[in-house]
């Protein structure tokens, strides 16, 4: 997937839809984007999961055929958004703020950084 104006714009959309501050939508623009697909029983199944790191990382979902979903901006040094641990390791990103085996806490719901 590329990641185009026109889909900055759509996550954009989402986060301000969604309440989100403007440095939500910053992020799409400045920040850090980490995308990943993982395929469902079905196409109707598949969920894209976009990560955006600007300062905090906010976190985007969309089910095939659906608009984006802002799902909140998270602090890593708390917990980290709701996705697969598989996405983390294939992007590279490694959230352990204490020793290298400690990994971090998935949030339950929104984080409080909006």
């Known amino acids: 997937m590329s ?13 301000k839809s969604a309440g989100a501050g ?3 939508a910053q992020a799409t623009a400045l920040g850090s984007i980490y995308y990943g697909l993982v395929y469902g ?5 598949d ?3 976009l990560l955006a790191l600007y300062g905090h990382m906010y976190f985007w979902t969309r089910i095939e055929g659906h608009p984006w979903q802002y799902e909140g901006s998270y602090d890593a040094r708390v917990c980290i958004p709701p996705m697969p641990s598989q996405l983390y390791r294939a ?14 806490a998935k949030c339950d719901g929104r ?4």
């Open 3 to 15: 990641i185009d104006r026109n889909t900055r714009d759509e996550l954009s959309v989402a986060a």
């Open 22 to 24: 403007i440095e939500a």
């Open 41 to 45: 029983e079905t196409a109707a199944d």
């Open 47 to 49: 969920v894209d999961y």
């Open 91 to 104: 992007w590279g990103l490694s959230l352990a703020t204490g020793a290298p085996s400690t990994p971090r």
């Open 111 to 114: 984080a409080a950084a909006d």
